[in-house]
């Protein structure tokens, strides 16, 4: 089987691909936001390093967030687009599993939060446990930096935080007493592979956001005209 992962759910933009003959290749793009632009060319440029066709795909991996609202639009509105023209199947990932998974697999073990950046000086968490495998110890959910910080500084226990999220609120994480920051700016590509090769294929994505688009809430919030 041939699978392709898109990975859109941060300023980073990423994919990967694993061919029926087990070959696997990922593509890390900057850190620009530019998803638009960035994407479907990745696309074009791995699948010809691996020698396969856009047709040839029988799966596609997309993370569904939570993450940026546009960004996460373009990955699964890309994802759909396979699945329209080469009836590739789909399979939906989140990114804060994505981080766990990729932290789990680059050696990391003990808990974990993982953290999103969601702008407006928020963040999306969720916490694992990193042991003999990936198990989620809460549902994700928007938090402020500094109440996650604070809250496992009075918990006392050993934690690793990752994620563009832990990366940009460095500073309040690194003050925890017990933490450690694990550098993943960008949900992995191959970790994202991995997970959705084994997961059954889905009818429909449903986007993760949590929360409004940013568009939305500052209209809402807009103060009318006097």
């Not at 791995?46 to 066709?53: A, D, E, G, Q, T």
């Not at 939570?66 to 699964?76: E, F, S």
């Not at 199947?89 to 950046?117: I, K, P, Q, Y």
């Amino acid at each position: 089987m041939n699978i392709l992962a898109i990975e859109t759910a941060t300023p980073g933009c990423a994919m990967a691909v694993r061919t029926s003959e087990g070959v696997e290749l990922e593509l890390v793009l900057g850190d620009e936001r530019h998803h638009t632009e960035a994407l479907t060319p990745g696309i074009r440029d791995l699948l010809y390093k691996v020698k396969i066709s856009a047709a040839s795909i029988d799966r596609v991996v997309v993370d569904r967030g939570p993450g940026l609202y546009t960004g996460l639009r373009v990955g699964i509105a890309t994802a759909l687009g396979f699945s329209v023209a080469s009836g590739a199947e789909l399979v939906g990932v989140t990114s804060l599993e994505v981080l766990a998974h990729g932290a789990f697999n680059s050696g990391v073990r003990g808990t974990l939060v993982s953290v999103v950046d969601g702008r407006r000086g928020e963040v999306f968490i969720q916490i694992f446990s990193l042991d003999a495998s990936v198990l989620a110890l809460s549902d994700p959910k928007v938090a402020l930096p500094r109440e996650v910080a604070l809250e496992w500084n009075q918990r006392g226990d050993v934690v690793t935080f990752t994620g563009d999220g832990a990366a940009r609120y460095a500073d309040e994480f690194a003050g925890v007493t017990h933490g450690l920051i694990f550098n993943q700016q960008v949900p992995s590509p191959l970790a994202a592979l991995a997970l959705g090769a084994l997961r059954a294929p889905q009818v429909a994505i449903v986007p993760l956001y949590l929360r409004e688009a940013d568009a939305v809430a500052n209209f809402t919030t807009r103060q009318p005209p006097s």
